[in-house]
Nanobody
């Protein structure tokens, strides 16, 4: 099971750090992603990280502002979000590639 946390309401230009904690199974060595879904829009890829964190990739819309990382000892993946914009408002989901497992999501709202 994947559980996201760390969402909330923040003003434009602010920062949040999302966490994705896995229980019942390990995420160590497993590629993980963050996706988001804004109201009325399709779910979109935000960031991905390889199993041991050697490589990351980002959507163009968040490059230079968001950083994905992981702590396999804590079985947790993070998304540091800086310089947030109103268009970043969405529900953010953690995704485990190996079995296409999703968390319930955490709401991020950025006010202008």
């Amino acid at each position: 099971q994947l559980e996201e946390s760390g969402g909330g309401l923040v003003q434009a230009g602010g920062s949040l750090r999302l966490s994705c904690a896995a229980s019942g199974r390990t995420v160590s060595g497993t590629p993980m992603d963050w996706f988001r879904q804004a109201p009325g829009k399709e779910r979109e890829f935000v960031a991905g990280i390889t199993g041991y964190g050697s490589r990351t990739r980002y959507a163009d819309s968040v490059k230079g502002r968001f950083t994905i990382s992981r702590d396999n000892a804590k079985n947790t993946v993070y998304l540091q979000m800086n310089n947030l914009k109103p268009e970043d408002t969405a529900v953010y989901y953690c995704h485990r590639q190996a079995d296409d497992d999703w968390g319930q999501g955490t709401q991020v709202t950025v006010s202008s």
